[in-house]
């Protein structure tokens, strides 16, 4: 089993930038495949990104290709999501998952394990 505790949100300026870190227990942290999700009030949960267990692979949504970057530290039992250019819209609270499959994982439904989410805001 997992547990994850997500950091790094807050309060930003539209173009600014914040770096989000998900903390995993664990000493099989490395065999899981990881993601990214958000969710604005109102609206669904949304995928963001994705990362494979080795790291060698990774994904974004179309609404943050270019602008946020997804890694890990398997050494340190961390994901990061390096978020630049943001825009009102990235406004939402954002939540790191755990898959027991260890490639590319797109959908909640696969993820097995959920942190509780950081709080992002980005004003205009």
């Known amino acids: 089993q997992v547990q994850l505790v997500e950091s790094g949100g807050g309060l930003v300026q539209a173009g600014g930038s914040l770096r989000l870190s998900c903390a995993g227990s664990?000493?099989?942290?490395?065999?899981?495949?990881m993601g990214w999700f958000r969710q604005a009030p109102g609206k669904e949960r949304e995928f963001v990104a994705a990362i494979t267990w080795s790291g060698g692979n990774t994904y974004y949504a179309d609404s943050v290709k270019g602008r946020f970057t997804i890694s890990r530290d398997n050494a340190k039992n961390t994901v990061y999501l390096q978020m630049n250019s943001l825009k009102p819209e990235d406004t939402a609270v954002y939540c790191c998952a755990a898959s027991t499959s260890m490639g590319l994982v797109l959908i909640s439904d696969g993820y097995d394990y959920w942190g509780q989410g950081t709080q992002v805001t980005v004003s205009s």
């Open positions: 664990g000493r099989t942290f490395r065999n899981y495949a």
